[in-house]
């Protein structure tokens, strides 16, 4: 009885022991995965906004893994789980023209971190549960594998014996005589090719095929006086000839990489050779390209010529990370270096929203707003602001003119519709002097019309500028500014004063190419005022601005 009671004891203790030191511990371990953040704030009133605007403005489908997680101080709005970011990077194309601030990064999912997640309805569980998985591609299986061993063994002994076999091609002495090229002609096929097999052959058979080739024009029929003969060098001749070259190309002046570095380069060189980031720029890069963040930024930090776009990826990757504050001050410093680049002021902006700071967020919204009025982004964000400020006719003006300008969100506009009522004041309503406009440059009508189709189609005008138009304002979207008749072609200047402010972009033909073509209107905060009904109740915000 004693030893049966023991016997039972030992075996539940083994069975212990294996299940808790051979089994992995997959409960207490966390697996890094893609996902899309969509913004960080430090009030969590603000995430859970920006956490319902997100319910409202997707469909149930694209709301998988909807998570607030509370990561040090902040609390970071994500959405989805995925093992491989070329799903995630898919994923956010869709999403992109709703939640243009989204970004894909690679994080951990803690439950202790999680402080509300989105659950499917139950309707969409079993909708989900019914519809089949699709298959996976199967992966072909390498030629090789189909070989057996003994093929391969077979053949690689045949093919070994064969090259003992054959004697040693010495290119000193005399060449073959025709009749042991007969010989070679009347023998058997040769076995498979060892190369397809897997097996590493040395280059003197090929030498010998191509000297068989270089006596068979030797020794064709001199019939005709006339045909002059092939002039055949040995491949001692040509051997030489190749290391002459070599030595002459060696004596020439070698170039450095650096082009500070070479004394003597033609101008025509120059021209051609790009400039070289510095070297801590180029390693972040790479670093930022495999995600390992904190080695791109310290390359970044190390780097002594601390331009402002290098201060710009320094921003966006503290942003990114979690460090707001850090982000700010790199982006203050690069908007002191280039003060007019728009797309600076709107980030900083960003990041002051997502700190609370409305006032400081308003005052580098409305100076992006003066360089560049025809910034899509800038006016939606304005928007937002002014919503979380309680201006809702500013708001309303806001959104309008994102709209107007080629915005399709209509999340703000649900969230303005459920606080206040749309004024009838439109910010266009207005008389403009002169010609505010923004040109896309092309070559071709046909490509001037894919641009205004893809226009149509909700992509904006200044993203379509930054990738295909070759005119001036390019890198500012194509805004070209307050422009007189004198400073612009008669036909661009005719055409568009006779459209209505941000109607649709037409196209107009010139010497230059064809532009596609928009009048936009410059912004204006006490406008804005003057045109709201009612009582004075904006009036506090340019008084606010001009503190």
């Known amino acids: ?18 299940t808790f030191l051979c089994l992995p511990l997959t409960s207490y371990s966390y697996k890094l995965v893609y996902t899309i953040q969509t913004a960080s704030f430090v009030s969590p009133e603000a995430a859970e906004s920006k956490y319902n605007s997100i319910v409202r403005s997707l469909k149930p489908h694209q709301l998988d893994n909807l998570r607030i997680e509370k990561i040090g101080k902040y609390y970071a709005v994500r959405l989805g789980k995925f093992e491989e970011q070329a ?8 999403i992109k023209s709703v939640h243009p601030t989204a970004v894909v990064m690679d994080a951990y999912i803690k439950s202790e971190r999680l402080i509300k997640i989105y659950k499917l309805p139950s309707k969409e569980i079993k909708q989900s549960a019914a519809k089949p998985s699709p298959a996976l591609p199967v992966k072909p299986e390498p030629l090789t594998a189909k070989i057996t061993q003994e093929v391969s063994k077979t053949a690689a002994t045949e093919t070994i014996a064969q090259i003992k076999k054959a004697p040693p091609t010495d290119i000193t002495k005399e060449p073959i005589k025709h009749e042991t090229i007969e010989k070679a002609e009347k023998k058997p096929a ?29 020794e064709q029929p001199a019939n005709n006086s006339l045909q002059k003969k092939p002039i055949v060098k ?39 050779k790009k400039k070289l980031r510095p070297n801590h720029e180029r390693k972040g890069d790479m670093y930022l390209k495999d995600k390992r963040y904190f080695l791109a930024m310290d390359e970044y930090r190390q780097s002594k010529n601390k331009r402002p776009i290098l201060r710009s990826k320094l921003a966006a990757l503290n942003y990114q990370m979690g460090f707001v504050s850090e982000a700010i001050t790199e982006l203050k410093q690069a908007i002191e270096s280039s003060p007019h680049k728009t797309d600076l002021r709107e980030r900083l902006g960003m990041y002051y929203f997502a700190l609370n700071k409305t006032d400081k967020a308003k005052e580098q919204f409305f100076a992006a707003l003066k360089i560049n009025p025809g910034s899509t982004h800038v006016y939606y ?19 309008k003119m994102a ?3 080629g915005y399709r969100g209509e999340d703000l506009i649900h969230r303005l519709q459920a606080v206040s009522k749309e004024s009838d004041a439109y910010p266009w309503d207005t008389i403009v002097d002169g010609l505010y406009i923004r040109l896309i440059l092309v070559d071709t009508y046909e490509k001037a019309k894919t641009i205004i189709f893809k226009i149509s189609k909700g992509e904006l005008f200044e993203d379509i500028a930054l990738k295909e138009s070759r005119g001036a304002g390019a890198s500012a979207g194509g805004y070209m500014g307050h422009l007189t008749p004198e400073e ?40 804005w005022e003057e045109l709201l009904p009612g009582p004075d109740n904006a009036r506090t915000v340019s008084e606010k601005a001009a503190q």
């Open 234 to 272: 040995t491949p001692l001749e040509a051997v030489k000839k190749t290391k002459h070259k070599k030595e002459q190309h060696a004596a020439l002046p070698k170039a450095s990489a650096f082009p500070s570095q070479n004394k003597k380069i033609p101008p025509a060189s120059i021209k051609s």
């Open 190 to 218: 040769p076995s498979p090719s060892p190369v397809k097999m897997g097996l590493i052959i040395s280059a003197k058979p090929k030498k010998k095929a191509a000297l068989d080739d270089s006596l068979s024009t030797k």
């Open 381 to 399: 964000y304005l928007g937002e602001v002014f919503l979380k400020t309680g201006e809702h006719d500013m708001a309303w003006m806001s959104i």
């Open 403 to 405: 709209k107007r300008l």
């Open 87 to 94: 799903a995630a990077d898919i994923f956010l194309k869709t």
């Open 1 to 18: 009885m004693k030893k049966n009671r023991t016997c039972f004891i030992s075996a539940i203790c083994f069975i212990f022991l294996f």
């Open 488 to 527: 612009t072609d008669h036909r661009i200047n005719d055409a568009l004063m006779k459209q209505d402010v941000l109607s649709a972009p037409i196209i107009i033909e010139t010497e230059k190419g064809f532009h596609i073509a928009q009048r936009v209107i410059p912004f204006s905060l006490s406008t």
